[in-house]
């Protein structure tokens, strides 16, 4: 009985069993990308830092001293760029461009003081619009910032104080 080789029922049900555990292995699937919530909020923020700097720019080339309020707004956009996962390389006095909406000429110290002022209430905006809450506490922090009175180089990020 060596030479009978008819399909037997056990092979048969074995074969269906292998077929299906097969067919059960895990497919590969792709976590779907979903976008930032807090994206453009994020980037407004870096853009109104952007144009800060570069008010401080026109500020500094006038011959005003702004160390000081330079370094806060280039530690918040480090931050800010930071949340977002870019490059965050400390942007030196020259490397600091103004956002689009920035005047071109030289601005004087109440003109950056009232830029500061008024991104106060756009920032807490977006602090309590954010849907992370790493996200609303920069924007928050930055807002505290902003509107704490006198020079802000206390309010400095990553280091230093108490």
Do not use: N, W
């Amino acid at each position: 009985m060596s030479g009978d080789r008819r399909l037997t029922r056990r092979a048969v049900l074995l074969g269906a069993a292998a077929t299906v555990v097969a067919a059960c292995r895990p497919k590969e699937r792709r976590p779907i990308a979903h976008p930032d919530p807090d994206l453009a909020a994020v980037q407004q923020a870096i853009a109104g830092e952007a144009g800060l700097l570069g008010t401080l720019s026109a500020l500094t080339a006038a011959g005003d001293d702004t160390t000081a309020e330079r370094g806060v707004h280039a530690d918040h956009l480090i931050a800010l760029k930071k949340l977002l996962g870019a490059d965050a390389a400390a942007p030196g006095p020259a490397s600091a461009t103004p956002a689009p909406s920035a005047s071109p000429q030289p601005a004087g110290r109440k003109t950056y003081d009232a830029a500061v002022a008024a991104s106060v209430p756009r920032l807490q905006a977006a602090a309590l619009a954010a849907r992370r809450g790493s996200t609303a506490a920069l924007l928050a922090s930055v807002a505290a910032s902003h509107a704490a009175p006198g020079p802000r180089a206390g309010a400095r990020f990553g280091g230093g104080g108490s």
